[in-house]
């Protein structure tokens, strides 16, 4: 309740002031007479709307009456929000924000790949949300090698891992890493349901992979988060890497991952294979 009451009135705050930035002449209207402010007036807002004077009155004076998602989007119109704004007064009003699906990225600006370049030596890699691969390092490039997959038409880790035999897999622990990333992978899916693109993505891994089809099945859901993972390497042995997210600004759905070595050995064989320039791409990718 003490929330509610905080809110509302925020709530009634933030719709005056986007109602005060839209002009008639934005929404088509004449500019009328005796206007006290360039802005629409609450029943004009009304109008546009769809939705009664009376009712839009008291959702802007942050009276305690209920919104549905169907109006809320019809006065989002007419105030003309966008995104981030759309989803602050869903969650002004306390109702449940479904956000518009969008096509997952599929690439990075300079400023990103500048700021992955600027980890090197450490590994680090650009994954959106279905894991395909938008960015990477040398240090990532060298302790990854990341084919060409032609079959999907994007580098993409998951698709690399399953379709690789298992003598070939870079990751010392498969059986127990692969079924983390396609938990993590069916976290994402849920917000993409229906998607064409994730449904194609999906449905062809399934073929391509019987032990991801087994392990999709399994219905199983995480969240990103860091963990340690051995890879195999074939001049130096095992290389134990802490892998950690990092959110990206502007890119939704989208993460840095950067691996650091999580043991003193490790940082050791990472060490002396930087400084003799060594390649360590006798592992291919987590």
């Known amino acids: 309740m003490r929330t509610t009451q905080r809110r509302r009135p925020e709530l009634a705050s933030f719709l005056r002031s986007r109602r005060a930035r839209v002009t008639p002449a934005d929404v088509g209207m004449p500019p009328g007479l005796r206007r006290r402010t360039p802005g629409l007036r609450r029943e004009e807002v009304a109008q546009l709307s769809g ?11 942050g009276r305690p009456i209920n919104a549905s998602a169907q109006v809320l989007d019809a006065v989002a119109r007419t105030l003309r929000l966008d995104q981030p704004e759309r989803e602050h007064l869903y969650r002004l ?34 994954y959106n949300s279905r894991y395909d691969i938008l960015a990477i390092n040398p240090g990532y490039r060298a302790l990854i090698t990341t084919p060409e997959i032609v079959d999907i038409g994007v580098p993409n880790a998951l698709w690399t891992l399953f379709t690789v035999s298992e003598d070939a897999c870079p990751l ?13 992978l069916r976290s994402s899916y849920g917000r993409h349901v229906g998607e064409p693109a994730w449904e194609r993505f999906i449905r062809a891994l399934t073929v391509a992979s019987p032990y991801f089809a087994e392990l999709w099945a399994s219905g199983e859901v995480v ?11 074939r001049a130096v042995g095992e290389l134990r890497m802490t892998s950690q997210s990092l959110s990206i600004d502007g890119m939704p759905e989208c993460r840095i991952v950067v691996y650091t070595p999580a ?15 060594s390649s360590l791409s006798g592992a291919k990718e987590n």
């Open 51 to 61: 939705v009664g004077v009376t009712w839009y009155t008291w959702l802007e004076q």
């Open 93 to 126: 009003a306390e109702v449940p924000f479904d956000p518009v699906p969008q096509e997952p990225t599929e690439s990075v600006g300079p400023e990103v790949q500048g700021i992955i370049d600027a980890l090197d030596p450490l590994p680090a890699v650009v």
């Open 172 to 184: 010392l622990y498969r059986e127990r890493e692969l079924p983390v990333m396609v938990a993590t």
């Open 223 to 233: 969240r990103p988060g860091p963990r340690v993972k051995t890879f195999r390497h």
């Open 263 to 277: 043991d003193a050995e490790t940082h050791e064989k990472s060490r002396l294979l930087t400084e003799t320039g």
